[in-house]
């Protein structure tokens, strides 16, 4: 096993009702609260009105943000980062998914940034810059952005997709009630983001990690089995509760902790098309992930055992030679991902190979490599495999 450090300062409340914890979450940071949120979901499910039903009554001084994109972007962090700088904001709230989230993380260091090119700011984030408090109520289960200091943020000006380490939400409140409006498309994309969590870490050279990997078999498990359950039944409490505290571990690191890293490559490939494209991440991660396996095992056999590990601990399959049942767990990859209606094709999402070289280029870095090896053109041919 190899060494690692646990350090995860969130606070969860996570179930039903949880939110009568908001006003003590809140208080001790101060009264200036700026509230964030996206398209307007929280509006049409009640979680707005709640929330401000609750500010008010005790006492708070609400600011907004509102708008904050799918894929969110640097102007939305600039637009927030003042507010918090014009109204001496106390402590942010974040009502919404992941991309609301991220958004608010990096408002949170955009609001003791001394300058106003946010994107410079974004670039140089490495989660020891000063931030303002953060306070989430997390309305989807996918990115684990809850539990965990990392935000992705987009400038589409320069088809940019950038991940950093900003802050950890202070207190993050997930209550799986408020997932059951999600529509099935972001249900299944949800779960694909989780999933790709578990599996970036999951394929590594190391395979003597043993809770770490029973936690990564155990995730995917419960991922396939409540998935289709609640794409029949979008409010049965438990599985929503099952995929909403999956989602939380696979991206808080403790899935990967005593192994070496893949580098996450297909996150790489994804924030590359969702830089050009502006796709849902889920989406784009399951398209990428059934190639990516195909193809590394093809170039390198020696990863055939992970691969054999996965089908057998994680689909049940058994009874073929090893190469059969490694391409088996590929191929039942790929089946569950059709099954809960995910676009399986990049032409489906009216992608074609013009920004496959300069995105292979963008998203080829040492560390992207380190379960097997991928050049630029490996890229383009993974890329190529979906369309
Ligand atoms: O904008 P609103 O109106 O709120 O609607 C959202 C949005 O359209 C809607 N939605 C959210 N909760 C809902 C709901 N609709 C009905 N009922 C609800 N309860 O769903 C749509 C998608 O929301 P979004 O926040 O974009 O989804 P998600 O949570 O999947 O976040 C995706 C973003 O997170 C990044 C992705 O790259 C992407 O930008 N990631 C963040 C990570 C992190 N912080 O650790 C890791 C991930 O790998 C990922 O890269
Ligand atoms: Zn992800």
Redesign the pocket.
């Known amino acids: 096993m190899e060494n690692f450090v646990h350090d995860i300062p969130t606070k969860l409340y996570f179930g039903k009702g949880m939110i009568s914890h908001l006003e003590e979450s809140l208080k001790s940071f101060g009264k200036r609260v700026l509230l964030t949120?996206?398209?307007?979901?929280?509006k049409r499910?009640g979680l707005y009105d709640e929330v401000l039903e609750i500010l008010t009554k005790a006492g708070f001084e609400v600011f907004e943000c509102a708008g904050?994109e799918?894929?969110?972007r640097v102007e939305s962090v600039a637009r927030g980062a003042d507010i918090c700088k014009k109204e001496k904001i106390d402590v942010i709230l974040s009502v919404?998914?992941?991309?609301?989230?991220?958004c608010s993380k990096a408002i949170a260091v955009g609001a003791y940034f001394n300058g106003d090119d946010y994107w410079q700011m974004v670039l140089a984030s490495n989660g020891s810059q000063k931030a303002l408090p953060l306070v989430a109520i997390m309305?989807?289960a996918?990115?684990?952005?809850e539990f965990?200091s990392?935000?992705?943020i987009s400038n589409m000006a320069i088809h940019k997709?950038i991940?950093r380490t900003f802050t950890f939400p202070a207190v993050s409140i997930c209550d799986p009630c408020?997932?059951f409006?999600?529509?099935a498309k972001?249900s299944a994309?949800?779960g694909a983001?989780m999933m790709s969590?578990i599996m970036e870490g999951y394929f590594s050279r190391t395979m003597n990690a043993d809770l770490s990997e029973a936690i990564e078999e155990g995730i995917l498990k419960s991922v396939i089995h409540n998935l289709p359950i609640v794409l029949q039944d979008p409010t049965n409490y438990e599985a929503r509760a099952n995929l909403f505290w999956n989602s939380s571990i696979a991206?808080s690191g403790i899935p990967e902790y005593g192994k070496v890293s893949s580098g996450w490559p297909c996150?790489a490939m994804e924030?590359e098309l969702?830089a050009f494209y502006d796709i849902t991440?889920?989406v784009g991660l399951a398209i990428l992930t059934p190639r990516w396996l195909s193809y590394i095992l093809e170039k390198d056999s020696s990863i055939t055992p992970r691969l054999v590990k996965f089908a057998k601990n994680v689909w049940g399959l058994e009874n073929k030679d090893e190469t059969e049942l490694a391409k088996a767990g590929i191929q039942a990859l790929y089946d569950f991902f059709v099954s809960v209606g995910i676009p399986m094709h990049l032409s489906e999402l009216g992608i074609d190979e013009t920004h496959f070289e300069e995105m292979a280029k963008s998203c080829t870095h040492p560390w992207f490599d380190s379960f097997v090896g991928l050049s630029e053109e490996d890229v383009v041919c993974i890329f190529k495999m979906c369309l």
């Open positions: 949120y996206g398209g307007g979901s929280i499910v904050i799918p894929n969110p919404g998914g992941g991309s609301v989230l991220d309305t989807m996918a990115t684990g952005s965990d990392g935000g992705v997709k991940g408020y997932t409006t999600l529509p972001q994309a949800g983001d969590h991206c996150h924030h969702s991440h889920g």
